[in-house]
């Protein structure tokens, strides 16, 4: 009785109509003024999972979910059960439910992440035989069709003969005597044909007289030559109906052979259309899923910009004012919340506000509040609101108060919420403020969470004496001279009884008297101090708007600077890449003339002044794209080249093998590829980077690169080897892990190596993403060297390894 009382209170019902115009189909909106709250939180989280799933559906379709064909079809499901005729209307109605639920199965079934919808929908059954024999019988104008059975079809052919035979009867009847006719019309008396008559020439027309105007004037006369053919036709009619009647029976069984699966569909398509009602009115509140939590577990209480929905109803729709937030953050430890302030300031609202946010969230409702929304899942929620007045019962305000306050203390238990207006009023002050602190003395040991409204300033001292309690005022605007209905935290109200008066009009002295009898108990200072803590209150909320909105400049000139950061260092890499696309072909052209001048050596004879022409023009090329382009590094000195060492020529770009050293002369023969040359110490460096700390040696002249010997292996300058595409470790070249600019120095060097004219060079670039690969090939395709290349096969590598066949 009091769970009724508190929704009555809470104008629960309202609310509930508000659902109720989201549901799409009858049977939603009267599950939605009906609705069932939960009593574990389990049925909570699966309706919440519901509402949240509909939600995603809502928001992610480009046209809502449809309910459209899916009909109330529970009486006529209850009558079939019971061996009753279903009507043609009726049945259309079941067809047209198993269509719609069908569609409604098929749009879930095609959505992903919503397991919850899809369980529910998983075992329903639509019965589409039973939709199609239905259509096949019934027509779109709700009535039985020709097709439904050959004997109708027949009997409905007959009838047709009979009618056009009486038609045609009666027409010649009234052109024959169209004297005696009234009208020229064929109508129906007792399902007979008749035609109208004048009463004074009835004896022209011989028949049965089965009806009169009002007058008198005119008879209804059924000819005697068709009274045969209505009997006939009266015949008939009786079968037709018959037959009829049989077809329906024989459709009204299907219907109940299967009426315990049809009334889980109807059930599953109420589910699911009160869930899209949730989730609908959710998004139009613009609220947030709540996510219950354990108090024991230390978690806070967390509703911020907390709205009552049905004010939120009123402002959209009736004009009402704007509504006022509030915020609810209570701490675990807090059993009672004593709310105090001015009358019409808004205490009573927000008990309301709670309640109803609690209620919400357990039918699975999203509340209209800030993300997060975190509230315990309160198995009652109790309350005590408004005055119960009964001239009946001889209850007064105080009697109805305490009637029902222990209702709520027979009914709560450590999870309920329990709201309570005006805690002790309506008798004695004494000993109204002495029995209100007992009371939530008890419901701070007893109960989840209890939220009082109350004008006693003995319950303000409460928080200082136990730290259960809380204290929370509704502000009041002393200038304004009217309440804000914000809710304060930390701090006591004031009643300012006397100065709500004095706005609402009445009389200056009244209440310059009632100031000289206001207690003198400390009461205004208490009252000034509270007014000093709501000035400091308002003073830092106006500093911090301040300083939210120096952060918000701060953050948009940071995000400026970011942004020109950005800009600097896209420009920056921009003009790095050119400048490395640029360094990049330069060294490509360079190493193309390199590659020339090498295969015109090696198509020549190879004699001693080919090789110092060959020389020069390395010379050349080295000057050119070398020393003008390339930024020489510190020195590493202490470095001493040895007979074997691999070293590098950076004017040539190129790696080396140290054949023979001469310190004397401050030089030393390398090769590289198929040619071998003398270049100075001081033209050379390790693969580190070090470079070479000759000897002081007197008048020896520096040298980059002298003519040099070339040997050109015999099989080589002739021509004439052929070697097979065997794999060894010295064709072979791994570019694994590098990047393109870095593979294209090391297969240059690569391919320069290979002295067997003919021979292949296999190189493995790995399979990844293929960008290695693809700029090996375009490597090779430039490369004057190479006559052909292909991928090897799967056993050798595939994709990965590319073979390269030299000239």
Same mark, same amino acid.
């Given at each position: 009785?009091?769970?009724? =009382? @508190?929704?009555? /209170? +809470? ?6 109509? $508000? *659902?109720? &115009?989201?549901?799409? %189909?009858? #049977? ?14 389990? =049925? @909570?989280?699966? /309706? +919440? ?6 939600? $995603? *559906?809502? &928001?992610?379709?480009? %046209?809502? #979910? ?19 005729? +279903? ?9 047209? &439910? ?25 075992? +329903? ?683």
């Amino acid at each position: 009785m009091i769970q009724s =009382e @508190t929704l009555e /209170l +809470l104008e629960w019902p309202r609310l509930c109509e $508000h *659902l109720a &115009t989201f549901a799409a %189909t009858k #049977l939603g909106a009267i599950a939605a003024r009906q609705i069932h709250i939960p009593t574990s939180l389990a =049925e @909570t989280e699966q /309706l +919440l999972t519901q509402t949240k799933e509909v939600y $995603h *559906l809502e &928001t992610a379709l480009t %046209t809502s #979910l449809s309910f459209e064909g899916i009909h109330d079809i529970g009486d006529s499901l209850e009558r079939a059960q019971l061996h009753g005729i +279903l009507s043609c209307v009726e049945l259309l109605a079941i067809a047209t &439910t198993l269509a719609g639920m069908r569609n409604l199965r098929r749009v879930i079934d095609s959505q992903p992440s919503i397991p919850v919808l899809k369980e529910l929908v998983e075992d +329903l059954r639509t019965y589409p035989e039973l939709e199609q024999e239905i259509h096949h019988c019934i027509d779109e104008r709700a009535e039985v069709a020709d097709r439904a059975s050959p004997q109708l079809g027949a009997i409905r052919g007959q009838l047709k003969q009979v009618r056009d035979r009486i038609y045609q009867t009666l027409q010649q009847i009234m052109q024959r005597q169209s004297g005696a006719i009234q009208q020229q019309l064929i109508t129906q008396r007792s399902d007979r044909f008749v035609i109208p008559v004048k009463a004074p020439q009835k004896d022209s027309i011989p028949g049965i007289v089965h009806d009169s105007s009002t007058t008198g004037a005119t008879l209804y006369i059924e000819p005697n030559a068709i009274v045969e053919m209505n009997n006939r036709l009266r015949v008939l009619l009786r079968q037709e109906k018959a037959e009829e009647e049989a077809i329906l029976r024989a459709l009204t069984e299907k219907v109940a052979a299967v009426n315990e699966d049809l009334e889980r569909l109807l059930a599953i398509a109420t589910t699911l259309d009160l869930a899209t009602a949730r989730a609908r009115y959710s998004y139009w509140l613009k609220a947030n899923p709540p996510r219950f939590i354990d108090r024991s577990a230390a978690d806070l209480i967390t509703l911020r910009q907390l709205r009552h929905p049905l004010l939120i109803w009123q402002h959209h729709h009736e004009q009402g004012p704007a509504v006022v937030p509030i915020d609810l953050m209570i701490s675990p430890h807090i059993r009672v919340v004593a709310i105090t302030g001015p009358n019409t300031g808004g205490k009573t609202v927000t008990l309301k506000t709670l309640g109803l946010a609690a209620l919400m969230a357990k039918i699975g409702l999203f509340i209209p509040a800030r993300e997060p929304v975190e509230l315990p899942w309160f198995d009652e929620v109790l309350a005590d609101i408004g005055d119960e007045q009964s001239l009946e019962q001889s209850l007064s305000t105080f009697s109805g108060h305490i009637r029902r306050i222990t209702r709520i203390l027979a009914a709560m238990s450590q999870e309920s919420l329990v709201l309570l207006d005006e805690v002790g009023a309506g008798t004695d002050p004494s000993e109204g403020s002495a029995l209100a602190i007992a009371l939530l003395q008890h419901l701070a040991d007893y109960a989840g969470l209890t939220v009082a409204t109350t004008h006693y300033g003995e319950l303000k001292a409460l928080k200082y004496q136990d730290e259960r309690f809380e204290n929370a005022a509704v502000e009041f605007d002393d200038v304004s001279l009217s309440p804000t209905y914000r809710l304060l935290w930390g701090i006591p109200g004031r009643s300012n009884a006397l100065t709500i008066a004095s706005r609402l009009g009445l009389s200056s002295e009244i209440i310059e008297v009632a100031k000289t009898h206001v207690a003198p108990s400390g009461g205004a200072e208490i009252n000034q101090v509270i007014a000093g803590l709501e000035s400091q209150r308002r003073q830092q909320e106006i500093k911090a708007k301040e300083a939210a909105v120096l952060l918000a400049q701060a953050e948009k000139l940071n995000q400026e600077v970011s942004q020109a950061a950005r800009s600097l260092e896209e420009r920056e890499q921009l003009l790095r890449q050119q400048q490395e696309q640029t360094l990049l072909n330069e060294l490509a052209q360079a190493k193309a003339e390199i590659a020339q001048v090498i295969r015109r050596l090696q198509e020549g004879n190879q004699t001693g002044q080919d090789a110092q022409e060959a020389t020069k023009a390395l010379n050349e090329i080295s000057e050119q794209y070398l020393p003008s382009r390339q930024v020489k590094a510190k020195p590493k000195p202490g470095y001493q080249p040895k007979v074997g060492d691999r070293i590098r020529i950076p004017k040539l770009g190129q790696t080396a093998e140290v054949l023979e050293v001469s310190l004397a002369d401050q030089e030393l023969i390398v090769r590289f590829g198929i040619m071998k040359m003398t270049v100075a110490l001081t033209d050379i460096e390790s693969l580190n980077g070090e470079k070479v700390e000759p000897p002081p040696v007197k008048n020896v002249e520096p040298k980059i690169l002298k003519a040099a010997k070339v040997t050109v292996p015999a099989a080589t300058a002739s021509g004439s080897s052929s070697v097979p595409t065997i794999r060894t470790s010295r064709n072979t070249v791994d570019l694994r892990g590098r990047r393109v600019a870095d593979a294209e120095m090391e297969l240059t060097q690569a391919i320069a190596a290979q002295v067997p004219v003919g021979g292949a060079l296999w190189i493995i670039h790995g399979k990844g993403t293929g960008k290695l690969r693809e700029g090996v090939h375009q490597i090779l395709d430039q490369s004057p060297q190479i006559k052909n290349y292909e991928l090897a096969k799967d056993k050798d590598g595939g994709s990965g390894v590319t073979i390269a066949y030299l000239k």
